[in-house]
């Protein structure tokens, strides 16, 4: 039985984006069904390749893909919209 991990600053920070409404609201935009926080990690997940956020933090191939596939371009949202 594999040793369950325990998720660091970058699994709480897909955390408080999974129930940020301006998270959800960039998801919307590019295309992406999800209306709940739910909806939102479940997305996070697959973009990064995981089965448990905790994962982020400890898995340099999953972090990579978290950073290209959901940090930066969400990042980039969050400045066009004034967010930051």
């Given at each position: 039985m594999q040793a369950r991990v325990k998720g660091g600053a970058l699994a709480n920070l897909a955390g408080r984006w999974a129930n940020e409404p301006a998270f959800l609201e960039w998801l919307s935009a590019i295309g992406q069904p999800a209306r709940t926080a739910d909806d939102a990690a479940a997305f996070m997940r697959r973009a990064a390749g995981v089965e448990s956020r905790a994962q982020l933090d400890h898995d340099a191939a999953a972090?990579?893909?978290?950073?290209?596939?959901?940090?930066?371009?969400?990042?980039?949202?969050?400045?066009?919209?004034?967010c930051i």
């Open positions: 972090r990579a893909r978290f950073n290209s596939r959901v940090r930066a371009p969400y990042a980039k949202y969050r400045a066009s919209a004034g």
